[in-house]
């Protein structure tokens, strides 16, 4: 059976650069990038001049740039570091945040849900694009408040502005790149202070660095210019695809159709139809699409991020989403519709 991958906002796969660049690290620079001796400094070097082309493409200074395992080691690494200085303070946070985001918020003492009076808050996160609905997000302002942006799934499907903010996480296999990559950005005057020891990272990160992930990552950053033009070229197919949805039924909506989104990204509310069930039935049929629930401890809950939203707990558990690669073709996206369509007639 043919398979067929709509899933991409989970993750993607890496680029084929990205693959050889890593075979090449794992060969010949697999030595410790702390050690001092000559082996372990070229693994060192090869880290460091990622790490400049990195932040030459975030237009920041790279020694603001600190390599990490995941994206939700990195909102850890940070939040937690800046809890003894602003736990106590107001926050304004995304309530369709991440859980890596949320859980590490939850020892704060007044956290508030954007859309909210900001005014006086002394933090402010804000996921740049949602990952389940897609739906992409502006930083507030606030005079002297610490300013994070959840840059994860917006990277390589919209241009990333960093003048708003003052740290920022990316992950790496969101985008061509590999798992066990990704990074965390801030200004170094921000109240924080390390929680993981060691002295990888300038201190700020303990660990031995992954040089072949780091390297991966700094391949895929290379083909962003690209990857970005593709993704943006998805936006006529996902318009047709939902048009066509959505002419089923008038009880099937589009979640975040007016707001602005990722091109690539389609939330499905198909009233009537259990999500996980579609989700099951489509995985059979050789198509690889997920639903708006996220998985805890092996129970499946409903999406608080399209609860968020003003929808009901009956609602999310009746979403799809369907994300495309950059690349996916109107062949593919037509015989997603034909297996869909058969799917919820039956």
């Known amino acids: 059976m043919d398979r067929f991958y709509f899933d991409a906002n989970a993750t993607t796969p890496p680029l084929p650069s990205v693959v050889r660049v890593m075979e090449q690290a794992q060969r010949e620079l697999w030595a410790n990038p702390t050690s001092t001796h000559r082996e372990g400094q070229a693994a060192r070097a090869a880290i460091e001049e990622a790490r400049r082309s990195i932040a030459l493409n975030l237009e920041v ?56 009076d900001f005014s006086s808050a002394a933090t402010i996160v804000q996921m740049a694009a949602n990952n389940e609905s897609g739906i992409l997000s502006g930083m507030p302002q606030a005079a002297g408040a610490v300013r994070i942006k959840d840059c994860c799934q917006a990277w390589g499907k919209v241009a990333v502005e960093l003048s708003d903010c003052d740290a920022a996480v990316f992950s790496g296999h969101k985008m061509g790149g590999p798992r066990g990559a990704a990074l965390l950005w801030m200004r170094p005057e921000l109240p924080w202070k390390p929680i993981m020891e060691g002295p990888q990272e300038r201190r700020r990160r303990g660990g031995t660095e992954d040089t072949a ?131 919820i007639k039956r």
């Open 61 to 116: 200074p790279p020694s603001q740039v600190v390599f990490c395992a995941s994206a939700t080691e990195a909102l850890h690494l940070l939040i937690g570091g800046l809890d003894e200085s602003l736990r106590f303070m107001p926050a304004a946070v995304n309530p369709g945040e991440h859980s890596a985001c949320l859980n590490p918020l939850r020892a704060w003492a007044n956290v508030r849900w954007l859309p909210c």
């Open 213 to 343: 992930a780091i390297l991966g990552l700094a391949e895929a950053v290379n083909h962003l210019t690209d990857r970005l033009a593709r993704n943006a070229s998805l936006e006529s197919l996902r318009d047709a695809m939902e048009a066509e949805v959505t002419s089923w039924s008038p009880d099937f909506e589009i979640i975040g159709k007016d707001q602005p989104r990722l091109s690539n990204t389609s939330s499905l509310l198909l009233r009537g139809h259990n999500g996980e069930a579609v989700h099951v039935a489509m995985d059979l049929a050789g198509f690889a699409i997920s639903t708006g629930s996220a998985c805890h401890s092996g129970a499946t809950k409903p999406s608080h991020a399209i609860m968020a939203l003003g929808y009901s707990e009956a609602e999310a558990r009746q979403v799809i989403r369907i994300s495309m690669l950059p690349g996916t073709t109107e062949a593919s996206v037509q015989r997603l519709l034909d297996a869909l369509k058969k799917i």
